[in-house]
Nanobody, 115 residues
Framework: QVQVVESGGGWVQPGGSLRLHCAAS????????LAWFRQAPGNDKQLVAS???????YYTNSAKGRFTVSTDSTKTTLDMLMGNLKPEDTAVYYC?????????WGPGTQVTVST
């Protein structure tokens, strides 16, 4: 069983930066992906960026050039540095661990970008 928890959300003005942190624990083995999704009010969850256990990263168009993901030596964390934040980045951000067709979600962390 895998557990996922996020931290680092908050309020920031447009143009500012935030760093989100995700930590996965439990039965983590084999090939897996850690990913950040976000869900704005009234919308579905959308993928933002991800990293695999082989250190392959992926960014959606909304994240390219502004967000950077990284992991540590354990490969069980996923940090996301978000820069040049815009009001449309406001959402609940969720971390997901996915492996062998099974996905585990964290409870989410709120990011609010406003003046």
């Amino acid at each position: 069983q895998v557990q996922v928890v996020e931290s680092g959300g908050g309020w920031v003005q447009p143009g500012g930066s935030l760093r989100l942190h995700c930590a996965a624990s439990g039965s983590i083995r084999g090939f897996y992906t850690l990913a950040w999704f976000r869900q704005a009010p009234g919308n579905d969850k959308q993928l933002v960026a991800s990293i695999t256990s082989l250190n392959t990263t992926y960014y959606t168009n909304s994240a390219k050039g502004r967000f950077t993901v990284s992991t540590d030596s354990t490969k069980t964390t996923l940090d996301m540095l978000m820069g040049n934040l815009k009001p449309e980045d406001t959402a609940v951000y969720y971390c997901q661990h996915a492996s062998n067709g099974r996905a585990t979600w964290g409870p989410g962390t709120q990011v609010t970008v406003s003046t």
